[in-house]
C-alpha cells in the first residue's frame, strides 16, 4: 500500500478486563485523526484490535459499559467437567462471531495479527489470515480457565503466555511509528499489608482441599478396567447409575461411589460457577484465594516481568501505560472506568505522536 504518510502500527497488550483501556486509547487516536495501518494484539488485546478492525468496537463498548456481573459471565461463562479447562469457549466464540460476523482477517481495512501460543512446542504464533472469530478466539484462550484450540493443526493457547505486549511481532511488519499500549507497568499488588495478611492467614487455617477417598479410586479404576469404559467418567458415572435403577446388587460402597460420581458431574457447573462468582468478590478475596484467583495472579505476574523485558529490548516510538493495576482480569463490571482510564494515558501521548507523524512525512 503505497502511502503519503508514515505506517502507524500499535502493539496491544494481553490482560483480560484490564484490556478495556485498549478501547479508550484506540478512540482517542481516532477522533484525533491518527492513522491505524497495523494492529498486534494478545489476547485481550487481539479482541480489541479485531473489534476495531471490523468497526464493532462501538458496539462491544456499549456492551460492557454498565455490565453486571451475571451478564459479564453470560458471555463467556459456560462450565464443562474439567479436564482441559474449566470453560469449554463455545459461548465466547458465540460472542465474538456475533459482533464480527464471517469476516476474514485478509478483508479487513488494516493489517491485523492476533498473537497465540502453541501449547505443545512453546512457539508464539501469529495468526494474520483466516477467520477473525477463530484467531480470536485461540487468542483469549487462558490455559486453565479456557480450553485449548485446535487451530492451524496446532493447539493453541492464550498469546500472552509467551508474547503478552507483542512489540517484536509488530515491528517485523514495518510500520514507520510503532506504539505500545502496556497494561502490566507496575507488579500486580492490589491488596494493602493488613489485606495480605489476612489471606495468608485464611490460607494457613483453610481446610485441606476435599479428596476422593482411595477406595473409591481403587473401586473406580477396577470398574474402568473390567469394563473397558469408554472416554471419560460421565459415561462410566451414567453407566453405573443405570444398573443402579435396575435393583443393582452391589455393596454399599459401590452405590455410594456411583453416586457420589453422578452428584458431582450434575453439580459441576454449579461449583466452577461459584468459583467465578467468588473472584469477582473482594471480600472472598481477602478471605482467602480461590483457584481462578491463582492462575490469573500468576498470570498477571508472568506478564509483568515478559513486559518489563520486552520494553528493554524492543522500544516503542511511543509507550502508553494505562495504570489498571487494581482491575482484575475477569472484572468486566469495571469497563467504563477502564475505558476512561485508556483515553487519559492516550490524551497524554497524542502530543508526541502528532510530531512524530510530522516529522516523518
Not at 469457549?89 to 478483508?107: M, N
Not at 505500545?180 to 485441606?208: D, G, Y
Not at 487519559?344 to 502528532?354: D, T
Request: aromatic share 4%.
Amino acid at each position: 500500500m503505497n502511502l503519503d504518510r508514515p505506517r502507524v502500527g500499535i502493539a496491544l497488550d494481553s490482560g483480560g478486563a484490564m484490556g478495556c483501556a485498549h478501547i479508550g486509547v484506540l478512540e482517542v487516536l481516532s477522533e484525533n485523526g491518527i492513522p491505524m495501518d497495523i494492529i498486534v494484539g494478545s489476547s485481550a488485546g487481539a479482541a480489541i484490535g479485531a473489534f476495531y478492525a471490523a468497526g464493532c468496537m462501538r458496539d462491544f463498548k456499549k456492551l460492557i459499559s454498565n455490565l453486571s456481573l451475571w451478564e459479564s459471565l453470560n458471555f463467556y461463562a459456560d462450565p464443562v467437567f474439567p479436564t482441559s479447562g474449566l470453560l469449554a469457549g463455545k459461548r465466547a466464540r458465540t460472542f465474538i462471531h456475533d459482533l464480527v460476523g464471517d469476516i476474514h482477517i485478509e478483508d479487513l481495512a488494516l493489517k491485523y495479527t492476533a498473537v497465540t501460543t502453541d501449547l505443545l512446542t512453546g512457539e508464539t504464533v501469529p495468526i494474520d489470515s483466516g477467520e477473525l472469530t477463530d484467531a480470536v478466539l485461540a487468542s483469549i484462550s487462558m490455559p486453565g480457565i479456557f480450553k485449548p484450540v485446535v487451530h492451524m493443526d496446532r493447539l493453541l493457547t492464550d498469546g500472552g503466555v509467551s508474547d503478552p505486549l507483542p512489540l517484536d511481532i509488530l515491528k517485523s511488519i514495518g510500520p514507520d511509528i510503532t506504539i505500545a499500549c502496556n497494561l502490566h507497568s507496575k507488579m500486580p499488588a492490589r491488596l494493602n499489608n493488613s489485606q495480605r495478611r489476612s489471606v495468608i492467614n485464611a490460607q494457613q487455617s483453610s481446610a485441606k482441599d476435599e479428596d476422593i477417598p482411595s477406595w473409591m479410586i481403587d473401586r473406580l479404576m477396577k470398574v474402568i478396567q473390567a469394563q473397558n469404559m469408554f472416554e471419560g467418567i460421565k459415561p462410566l458415572a451414567n453407566n453405573i447409575v443405570k444398573k443402579i435403577n435396575k435393583s443393582y446388587s452391589g455393596t454399599a460402597k459401590d452405590i455410594d461411589l456411583a453416586s457420589t460420581i453422578h452428584e458431582r458431574l450434575s453439580q459441576s457447573k454449579d461449583k466452577i460457577n461459584s468459583l467465578i462468582n467468588k473472584s469477582f468478590n473482594r471480600q472472598e478475596r481477602i478471605r482467602a484465594l480461590n483457584i481462578i484467583e491463582i492462575m490469573v495472579i500468576a498470570t498477571n505476574i508472568q506478564q509483568y516481568q515478559k513486559n518489563r523485558l520486552m520494553l528493554l529490548y524492543e522500544q516503542p516510538d511511543v509507550l502508553i501505560e494505562p495504570d489498571v493495576g487494581d482491575i482484575g482480569s475477569l472484572e468486566f463490571t469495571k469497563g467504563s472506568s477502564t475505558i476512561e482510564e485508556g483515553r487519559s494515558k492516550a490524551f497524554e501521548a497524542l502530543p508526541k505522536i502528532e510530531r512524530l507523524l510530522n516529522k516523518k512525512r
